[in-house]
């Protein structure tokens, strides 16, 4: 199946055997965002919404899903997740505000935390997305990606080379 890890001899799918991998400290950032109106802009930034305060709820709903990514992405191994932050940053565009989410995850194990850190970061803007829907279900989530890794010894370090958003 050539570069393809999870999959077995017979092509079926597989979890990957990481038992010989040494364990080092391996952080993952990923980037996700949601553009949103003036109207729902001002209610979160002013805490609004009838809801609850909903950077407050986003983080936590990130962090909750980042130590959850095992039971929603079938091939992930249940790792012990170290540290988990979320940070939040508003750019104001031509059609709305853009907020900016980056979801950083660090374990010390023998696989990585890039996909903790992209459910981390898709859960947060959805769960915006939730707590703002009766005001506009117009909001766009997007783009989501990895940032950065680092860690590990088969795999370079990866930086995603991005504009500032």
């Not at 750019?91 to 696989?111: A, C, F, P, W």
């Not at 829907?133 to 909001?139: E, F, I, P, S, V």
Request: glycine residues 8%; hydrophobic residues 40%; aromatic residues 4%.
């Amino acid at each position: 199946m050539g570069d393809l890890t999870h999959f077995n001899e017979s092509g079926r799918a597989k979890m990957v055997d990481v038992s010989n991998k040494p364990e080092t400290v391996r952080i993952a950032t990923a980037h996700s965002s949601i553009l949103v109106n003036k109207e729902i802009y001002n209610k979160i930034a002013n805490k609004e919404i009838k809801k609850g305060d909903v950077l407050a709820v986003a983080q936590v709903a990130g962090i909750m899903a980042t130590k959850s990514t095992p039971t929603i992405i079938p091939m992930c191994h249940p790792i012990p997740i170290q540290g988990v932050d979320i940070e939040f940053n508003w750019n104001h565009e031509n059609d709305g505000y853009r907020l900016i989410i980056e979801v950083t995850v660090k374990t010390k194990g023998s696989t990585g935390v890039e996909m903790e850190a992209l459910t981390g970061a898709t859960a947060t803007a959805l769960t915006v997305y939730d707590m703002c829907k009766a005001l506009d279900k117009g909001m766009v989530i997007g783009p989501t990606f990895l940032l950065s890794k680092t860690g590990g010894v088969s795999s370079p370090d990866f930086h995603k080379q991005t504009k500032k958003q």
